[in-house]
């Protein structure tokens, strides 16, 4: 089955750039997609097809995709972008997969 | 608007049966995949499987295969996730999401239904 690894945390200041890494076996021939969940919430799409962001999600908000390994990135980091990050691709064998998730901490 | 709107909580005893349900509004029902995803509590992301409720064609996760079933009913707009005996291991949330046809990200998701299963 079709596996995806993220870190369990990221820590970011204030303002400044997080990366949120997302591998798999030979990702870059897939679709990546990601999801913010803030406590207590439902998971909101923010990146679809590896770099799209859906109307309303900020600029600050990109992704990318190549090789083995999916990047969200996070510009500019505010205190409300806070929340677990999942990335998802779709695989012929597994169907949809998930992965691990990442902590997302703004100092 | 478009949305999904989830059945309320469910308390329930291991061995009962249980069905949760997910009506979508303000758009085609029939023309979107709508799956489930489970959470349990302090934990990831777990996908179930999907259901297009225009043919009824349904897909699950090797992992909940033979362990839920997922139906829609197209004539009210309305999905359902189901157990025949319920386990406390199916202590979760439970989300169910618009999948987009050809990409299959989720982009539309409901609130969640939190199930617990107590003796």
């Known amino acids: 089955s079709y596996e995806l690894t993220q870190p369990l945390s990221v820590s970011v200041a204030l303002g400044q750039t997080a990366r949120i890494t997302c591998g798999g076996n030979n990702i870059g021939s897939k679709n990546v997609h990601w999801y913010q969940q803030k406590p207590g919430q439902a998971p909101v799409l923010v990146i679809y097809r590896d770099s799209n962001r859906p109307s309303g999600i900020p600029e600050r908000f990109s992704g990318s995709n190549s090789g083995n390994t999916a990047t969200l990135t996070i510009s500019r980091a505010q205190a409300g972008d806070e929340a677990d990050y999942y990335c998802?691709?779709?695989?012929?064998?597994?169907?949809?997969?998930f992965g691990t998730g990442t902590k997302v901490t703004v100092l | 608007e478009v949305q999904l709107v989830q059945s309320g909580a469910e308390v329930k005893k291991p061995g009962e049966s249980l069905k949760i349900s997910c009506k979508g509004s303000?758009?085609?029902?029939?023309?979107?995949?709508i799956g489930w995803v489970r959470q349990m509590p302090g934990k990831g992301l777990e996908w179930m499987g999907i259901?297009?409720?225009?043919?009824?064609?349904?897909r699950y996760s090797p992992s909940f295969q033979g362990q839920v079933t997922i139906s829609a009913d197209k004539s009210i707009s309305t999905a359902y996730l189901q157990w025949s005996s319920l386990k406390a291991s199916d202590t979760a949330m439970y989300y169910c999401a618009r999948h987009e046809v050809y990409y299959y990200y989720m982009d539309v998701w409901g609130k969640g239904t939190t199930v617990t299963v107590s003796s």
């Open positions: 303000g758009y085609s029902f029939t023309s979107y995949w």
């Open positions: 998802q691709v779709w695989d012929s064998s597994t169907a949809e997969v």
């Open positions: 259901i297009y409720p225009g043919d009824s064609d349904t």
